[in-house]
């Protein structure tokens, strides 16, 4: 049964505190769902209201998208629950569950299936959007292993979309983002992995970072498609490695050492659940916070060079390729498969009076960047146009796909695709 939450109830300001500690707004409730039945209800309510409806699962969104001021707040967060059938390698996820819940229940059996690098991140929210991780060179996106979705849409009423049942809809769940419902549950395809992964990481002065980065770019176009590659360039040093999930890994570590002259190493073995939970941050709502992100389909020395001159704010890339790029385009919403690099500029702080600054910062490091970018990926859309994620095609097809199932824009509180004509623009 739905927990009801209204200003001054146990629980309410914990309810609408989310990842990004700039985002501040009351909902006029937040129903806690326990089910299907409660979010249908939900929906059906917040749309007899008149009440704006925003959905909450992990709450990562860096605009906070999940919690609209004065509307109604669906939070999933109570529908954690995650089955799985080591048999047939299958896993059956409610849409509130995290990343966490979903590693610790396929570990069991070491299995996995490609999740983001925070468990404390959303299945839904980061499935939606396509669904990065250290799995997606092996086994494609998330969004790529998920067998069926349930849904409840704007009309209240709940559907399956698979590659037999709603075919479309279920095209465009895959990475389309939450424009077309609320994913109650996902079934997801798992892989034997083990429970074994490798970081490798090796730090640089900044001095050497051009012909580092460069070295790293040629040794990556070779990886195997267990190694993600990772950057981190920061003022005074350049951190790159690899990320290798399963048996091996060791014989990539004299080509690093290689590079450059290493400040500093670090070779780490560790079971794959530390690794999905070593970049969580404990007292991350805490923070407020701010990003921009960028494809790079190509890295050329140029490139590399802009990416150098960061002032002051961390940078990253992490490699794409592999699995994710074996799926022929056409067959799902998510776009930019032959992506090499996810680049991130991200920051964070605790004074409101350094919001104007840092975010600034922040836009003009990463503007220097659009010249080599093609594109961006949905999840990390920040104030940019949502024509930055998808091609004009791709686009018009979604356009089409949201007027079908959403075509009074209920569902509006994402990287929004406006039904009737072609979005330009993604909420800030």
């Known amino acids: 049964m739905t927990t009801l939450l ?33 979010v249908v209800a939900a929906v059906r309510f917040a749309r007899t209201a008149g009440l704006e409806i925003g959905v909450r699962c992990g709450g990562h969104n860096i605009a906070g998208l999940a919690v609209p001021d004065g509307g109604l707040m669906i939070d999933l967060t109570p529908m954690n629950a995650v089955r799985v059938d080591p048999e047939r390698q299958l896993a059956w996820i409610q849409g509130g569950a995290l990343l966490g819940e979903l590693d610790r229940a396929a570990q069991e059996h070491g299995l996995a299936t490609t999740a983001g690098n925070v468990s404390h991140t959303g299945v839904g929210g980061l499935t939606l959007g396509g669904g990065m991780g250290w799995l997606a060179r092996q086994f494609g996106l998330a969004c790529d292993n998920v067998a069926s979705y349930e849904v409840v849409t704007a009309d ?51 001095s050497a970072g051009f012909p580092v980065l460069r ?16 950057a981190t360039i920061k003022a005074d040093t350049v951190t790159v490695g690899y990320v290798w999930v399963g048996s091996g890994g060791y014989n ?11 400040l500093e190493e670090s070779i780490e073995e560790m079971p794959y659940l530390t690794l999905q939970s070593r970049d969580d941050n404990v ?21 590399i060079r802009a990416l150098l001159q960061t002032p002051g704010v961390a940078a990253s890339l992490q490699a794409y390729g592999g699995a994710i790029a074996d799926v022929p385009d056409e067959d799902a919403a998510f776009s930019h498969r032959h992506t090499l690099f996810e680049f991130v500029t991200a920051t964070r702080w605790e004074d409101p009076a350094e919001d104007e600054a840092r975010i600034t910062q922040l836009r003009e490091y990463a503007a220097t960047l659009e010249p080599y970018a093609n594109g961006a990926y949905v999840n990390t859309l920040n104030g940019d146009p949502i024509n ?34 072609p979005a330009t623009t993604a909420a800030a």
């Open 283 to 303: 007292q991350g709502h805490r923070y407020r916070r701010y990003w921009k992100g960028h494809y790079f389909k190509a890295l050329p020395d140029d490139a």
């Open 215 to 230: 070295g790293w770019r040629e040794l990556n176009a070779q990886a195997p498609r267990e190694a993600t590659f990772t």
């Open 252 to 262: 990539l570590l004299p080509a690093f050492r290689a590079l450059g002259p290493v």
């Open 388 to 421: 930055r994620a998808f091609p004009p095609a791709k686009l018009a097809r979604l356009v089409a796909l949201k007027t079908a199932y959403d075509p009074d824009n209920v569902f509006h509180l994402n990287q929004n695709i406006n039904p009737g004509e």
């Open 156 to 206: 209240g009423e709940v559907v399956r979309a698979s590659a037999e049942e709603n075919p479309e809809l279920f095209w465009g769940l895959r990475g389309g983002g939450g424009n077309f419902g609320i994913v109650t549950s996902f079934e997801f395809r798992l892989h034997q992995v083990g429970t074994r992964a490798l970081v490798a990481e090796f730090t640089y002065p900044a």
């Open 6 to 38: 209204r200003a001054g109830d146990a629980g309410y300001d914990e309810a609408r505190t989310v990842w990004n500690a700039m985002v501040d707004r009351r909902p006029a409730v937040i129903a806690r769902c326990h089910d299907t039945a409660d």
